[in-house]
Structures are given as C-alpha cells and as structure tokens.
DNA sequence: CGTAGTCTTGAACTCACTCAACGATAGTGG
DNA sequence: CCACTATCGTTGAGTGAGTTCAAGACTACG
C-alpha cells in the first residue's frame, strides 16, 4: 500500500489496542486534510460544535480555560503524535479551548467519519477511550500540582512532565533538554502563577543547579534532585500501560 | 422482567446512548453485587490494579490524590447514579483513590465482565466514553476553579456545583438547599484551601446573606448572586448533551 | 459525662501577587 | 541598514490573600 498520510493516526491508535486489518482498514480509508495552523489560532473555542478530530504532527498545542474576567487556566499540553480531540468526539459542545502554540501542522478527519468508523470498530473506540482516560489522568495530576503543591515543585513538576513525555516522543528515553515553546506567562497560566513568580522559580531552580535556562530552552541538569524537589511520579502517565489485545 | 438491581447501571448507560434490546439484555446478565462501604473506606487505591466497576446507589464518593508529603486533594465528588470508576476499566492501574465519604452502597461488576459486554457491544463502550469525557469536563473546571479564582468565588463554585448536580439527580430543577457530608477539612481539600479559609469564606459568604447554614446542610439564598460570586456557568456539566442514537 | 472530631476565632506570618520600570530581543517598515 | 515597535524577560518594592499556629467552643457519640 502506497504511504498514507493518515498511517500516523493509525499507530497512535494502534499503540493503546491491536487493530485488526479491518480496522486499520478503515481507517485508513477516512477522508483527511493536512492543515498547518499559525500560533495562537484556534483549533476549537470553548462553546463551539466539534466538527473535526485530528492528529498533532507537529508543533505544539494547548487546551485552555479562562474565567469570566478574562483569567486563562492552561488544561493540557499536546506534543507531536498527541490526538487534538478525541476528548470531545461525542460531546456537542467544547467545553474548552484548543489552539496552537507554536506553529503546528496536524491530520485532521471529519468527526463524522471518526465516529461512523469507530461505530462499526470497536477496537477504534477502545483505543479512543484510552487514551482519553489517560488524558483525563494527566488532568487530575495537574489539579493536584495547582492545589497542592508550593510555587518551586509546581514549577518544576511541569518541566519534569514536559521533558518525560517529550523523551517519549523522540524515543530519547533520558532526554532533558526541554524546547520550550511556552513564554513565561504561559508557563504561569499552565500552572497557576504570575510571569513574574516563574521568573523567580525558574531563576531559583537555576541557581540551585537543578536546570540551566537558554533562550528558549531548558536543561534539566540534576534529574533526581529535580524530581525530588517536583514531587515527580511519572505512574500518572501510564506510560507502562499495556496494549489491549483483541478478544474475540 | 423481574426487577434486577442492575437496572440502575443500565439506565445510566441508557442516558447517554440509546440502548438495543440486546445491549440491555447483556448488561442484565451479568454477574453483580450489592455492596456497602463505610465512610472512609477505599473502594480503589492509587497503584493497585482496578477489579471492578459499579455504580453509585445511595452516599456520596470522592476521588483524591495525595502529595508525597501527605497533602491531599479531591479531584472529583460523586453522587447517587454516577459511575465510580468507568474512567479506569481500561487501565492497568488506578491513578488516584476513591473512596467513601458517608456510608454508601453500590452497584459493583467485574471488571472483565463489563469489559466483555462492551467488547460486543459498541453502544455500551461508548456510552462509557461520554461518561468519561463529562467526568473529564468537570476535572478541567475545577483545575480552573483552583488554579484561577480567588477563594470565595471558588468555594462560591464548589457550592454552585454540588446544588447543581444535587438537582439533577433528585430531579428537583431548582434545588438550592445541599446536604453537605464534607467537613470544612475536606471541602478545603475539594477546592485547596485550609479549613481555616474554608471557614472564613463561609461565614463571609453567609454574612453577605448569599447562603444560610445549618448543622450539615446549606442554602443558597440568592443564587443569582451566588452563580455571579462563583463565576458559574453549568454549561461545562454537558446537561444538555443529547442522547446518542443507534446508527445500525 | 467524657472524649474526639469539628467548627470558630484571633494574631502573626509568608508566599505569591501587584505595580512599575528597565533591559533584551526579534521583527517590521522606511 | 537602522530606527521603531512590540513582546518578553528581569528586577525591586510594597501589598495582600491565604496560611500557620494556637486556643477555645460546640457537637456527637460511646
């Protein structure tokens, strides 16, 4: 078969449950568009009908909240090979927003054709719920770290997330050095500070020898004391989660 | 038909996807118990491996995560008629506690046997989806709720909530008195603050003559008031979301 | 009726915020 | 190529929301 570009949706799903060929079948027989999208546009806002599923390909992306005074709460984060909304597949309303980061180029499919598909493969819809369920992991970790834990360990907890899941993409298994496409005041809206206090943490962390900072990345120097001081424990993340065989 | 104790965990299920006789059917024949749990007792911890799935009858349920050093926060509350723990039938190990905050009894299956019913049948695992994904909804509302409002808007929110989901499943609209079975601790817990501040909020928002409370219970006077104070827009519960139909 | 848990209140403290100014950097247009 | 502008990062000083500590009051329950 010739390269599909939708192959790279397929492994993803294909990484939480074996497909059978049926399956992949189908799924590579969905219609896609290859779109690249400017930092700061939306993907979905908050209210909207979802329309449209995607893989993240490449860039980053994030999910926000914000209050009604205008407040923004950074939900999630979404690296290369992350699905964009999977989460909202079955809701009629976002209830969040998603927008790129950096500039990010993604496989998006109708929703219409995702669900269809995954109506008549259920393989598709367990991979789906997985990894929402992980997300939904990732979320709760986060509720914890912004209630929970003092300026410095949040702070740092989000880096040592950043840089795991970031290894995990580029199969680098013990990467620290950490691109960061994130301002300082989108760090603080992640994790619930002003600009001003990451400055300080992140100049803290610094000058304990725990990470050191260039333009726009960071290197996390001393992992187990990084760990340590974030409170780090990747289980959340599931990373050990086994595939799903196929039953029948 | 006689009556089966299952029946709540099917219409549950039912409000989310239209149902064929078959799905039902299956969902009847499984293997079921009728537990009661104490208040405190766990029925999952944080690492141990899932075994079993089921539905809140009667009581109130928390989830929680723990810090290293002891800390604790709620990620998430349930009431009678919501699912316990949908979200972790897929995976290899919990990630938070759930446990009993007043004396409850539940619906509980085997995980393998939920499992088995939603491999056959599409309509039963995407109804867990959307349980799921409602759940997550909520998870990323309290994340704003903790991370970008000040107290007394968040323990406003926190009170908005409950009232709200309280109505729901007593079918009562505009229900506004809550039986609380949280303690100041561990409502402080749900929105990270002290007992302390949980306290002064409290009497603050009661001074302003926005609630009234007695021994275990409060009323929300002024809701309009109240849902202004809170910054509170239901519209992230999904009530609205509409029932999924059987595409054959 | 005593004990343990919870609620309440006060006082001191502190982590993080606000406000404000300045510096660095990169992109833009003339 | 340089000046202009906008954005981002850095730093200081003052402030405040929420915490900590501690003690007393209330309530439920054996």
Known sequence: MDYNPLRPFVEKLASRVELTPADTEALLKMRFSTREMRPGSYFIRERQRPTASSLLIAGVAMRSKLTSEGARQIVGLHLPGDSLDLQQLYLDEADHNIQALTTITLIEVARGDLQSVADKHPNVLKAITIDNVIEASIEREWLLNVGRRIGRARLAHFLCEFAVRLAIKSHVPDQTAIALPLTQEQIGDAVALTPV?????LKELEAEGLITRTKNSIV???????????????????????KQRVTA
């Open 197 to 201: 206090h990451v400055n300080r943490m």
């Open 220 to 242: 996390i120097v001393e992992w187990k004391a990084m760990a340590s001081a974030a409170d780090f424990n990747p289980s959340y993340l599931h990373l050990n989660q086994k």
